[in-house]
């Protein structure tokens, strides 16, 4: 079994009033706790110590407790499970939002709702995980294109349309891919969905809060054919649980059928809370996410200028592909004793000779930390 090392089990430095937007991460190595800046979380947005966040869960966790205490269906539905639906559903302009606790479980929902054991399913190779959990439980066939590859895509699509004429394929990707830091181009996959009449299904969890118009994913203004969009609040939402946005017609047959969404536990009000504060403050500073994409532009132009590869993609997450494990987890190291916080990221999570580091942009990033970082790297 694979052994989580002691100096990747970090403990947060507590919330201190004034040292917000905070940067550091305490880890705890060889008995002693050094301070290290976080290169590598999903906090993209910085709002997992927010104030507003706190306040807001807070304030839910006194008057509806820590936890739900029960499934939407039973004991557990509140207003306020209501009232961050509602909000994201117009916020995102699609017309069913319904919140799960976790993204991985909607996505699973989200697949088994669109697929079963007669469903061509054509995905993207390096799609997550939980998609490809609720792909073997559909039982639906599936056919893997090519990374972002278009032309692989249509290759699939006509293939499926030969052999089943009258079948409705699913295609699968996600919008900003977690250890690539790729985008994938929605508006012309959803044109290939419609000339071959097949569902899509898009799970945003690395964009949502920040790709697209105001955060708003790379989906919105994208109605048909798209069927259901998957985001989560663990990422740029700086708190925890998900949500799928669909249509009328899907949304009711997630309601009467989904068990992920009806024999689970609703997401703990705290977290409900904290979503909603966040979305508050995402829409109230409607540019976080383009700053953060130019950020991150400059940040490749710069590997790019000092002899690195340009890493692929315009999101705040920056993959530098160094090939064996071994030069990965140097570079972590040497990164870690700057003071500066990177996971090498190996297999089984990225493919054999690809391993790498997972930078990530963020919002209040001291600026000198590029500069640090660029250092580092060029000591090869
Ligand atoms: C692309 C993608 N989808 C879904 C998930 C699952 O989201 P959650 O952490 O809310 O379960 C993750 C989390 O790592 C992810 O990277």
């Known amino acids: 079994m694979e052994k989580i090392p002691n100096s990747r089990i970090r403990k947060l430095r507590t919330w201190m009033p004034g040292k917000y937007p905070s940067e550091l991460i305490e880890v705890g190595k060889d008995n002693h706790q050094i301070s290290l800046i976080d290169l590598a979380s999903n906090d993209y947005l910085d709002l997992t110590r927010h104030p507003s966040l706190i306040e807001a869960a807070k304030s839910a966790l006194v008057t509806e407790g820590v936890g739900s205490g029960g499934s939407r269906f039973i004991t557990g539905n509140r207003t306020i499970h209501k009232k961050l639906e509602q909000e994201l559903a117009e916020w995102l302009n699609r017309e069913i939002v319904l919140v799960y606790p976790s993204g991985f479980q909607a996505n699973l929902a989200a697949v088994i709702a669109l697929a079963d054991r007669h469903t061509p399913i054509i995905a993207d190779r390096l799609i997550h995980h939980s998609l490809l959990t609720g792909i073997r439980a559909s039982g639906g066939k599936l056919m893997r294109f090519a990374h972002n590859n278009l032309s692989a895509l249509e290759t699939l699509l006509k293939k499926s349309k030969q052999q089943q004429p009258l079948k409705r394929p699913l295609v699968i990707t996600e919008s900003l891919f977690s250890m690539e830091g790729?985008?994938?181009?929605?508006?012309?996959?959803?044109?290939?969905?419609?000339?071959?009449?097949?569902?899509?299904?898009?799970?945003?969890?690395?964009?949502?809060?920040?790709?697209?118009?105001?955060?708003?994913?790379?989906?919105?203004?994208?109605?048909?054919?798209?069927?259901?969009?998957?985001?989560?609040?663990?990422?740029?939402?700086?708190?925890?649980?998900?949500?799928?946005?669909?249509?009328?017609?899907?949304?009711?047959?997630?309601?009467?059928?989904?068990?992920?969404?009806?024999?689970?536990?609703?997401?703990?009000?705290?977290?409900?809370?904290?979503?909603?504060?966040?979305?508050?403050?995402?829409?109230?500073?409607?540019?976080?996410?383009?700053?953060?994409?130019?950020?991150?532009?400059?940040?490749?132009?710069?590997?790019?200028?000092?002899?690195?590869?340009?890493?692929?993609?315009?999101?705040?997450?920056?993959?530098?592909?160094?090939?064996?494990?071994?030069?990965?987890?140097?570079?972590?190291?040497?990164?870690?004793?700057?003071?500066?916080?990177?996971?090498?990221?190996?297999?089984?999570?990225?493919?054999?000779?690809?391993?790498?580091?997972?930078?990530?942009?963020?919002?209040?990033?001291?600026?000198?930390?590029?500069?640090?970082?660029?250092?580092?790297?060029?000591?090869?």
């Not at 989560?232 to 700086?238: L, S, V």
């Not at 309601?255 to 909603?276: D, E, V």
């Not at 090939?323 to 990177?342: H, M, N, R, V």
Request: proline share 6%.
């Open 182 to 380: 790729t985008s994938a181009p929605i508006k012309e996959i959803s044109i290939l969905c419609t000339k071959y009449d097949s569902k899509l299904l898009i799970d945003e969890a690395h964009a949502f809060g920040i790709m697209g118009s105001q955060g708003r994913g790379e989906t919105f203004g994208i109605k048909e054919p798209i069927s259901i969009i998957s985001g989560t609040f663990g990422k740029a939402f700086g708190g925890g649980g998900a949500f799928l946005a669909t249509d009328k017609k899907f949304g009711e047959h997630l309601i009467q059928t989904c068990g992920a969404f009806r024999y689970t536990t609703a997401l703990a009000p705290p977290l409900c809370a904290s979503a909603l504060a966040a979305l508050k403050l995402i829409k109230s500073n409607p540019n976080w996410g383009l700053k953060l994409q130019e950020e991150s532009i400059e940040w490749r132009d710069a590997l790019s200028r000092n002899g690195w590869e340009r890493p692929p993609g315009h999101g705040p997450i920056i993959s530098i592909i160094l090939g064996s494990d071994e030069k990965a987890i140097d570079y972590q190291k040497k990164l870690e004793d700057q003071g500066l916080l990177t996971v090498a990221i190996r297999p089984p999570t990225v493919p054999e000779g690809k391993s790498r580091l997972r930078l990530v942009v963020r919002r209040t990033m001291p600026k000198e930390t590029f500069k640090q970082l660029i250092e580092v790297l060029n000591k090869k």
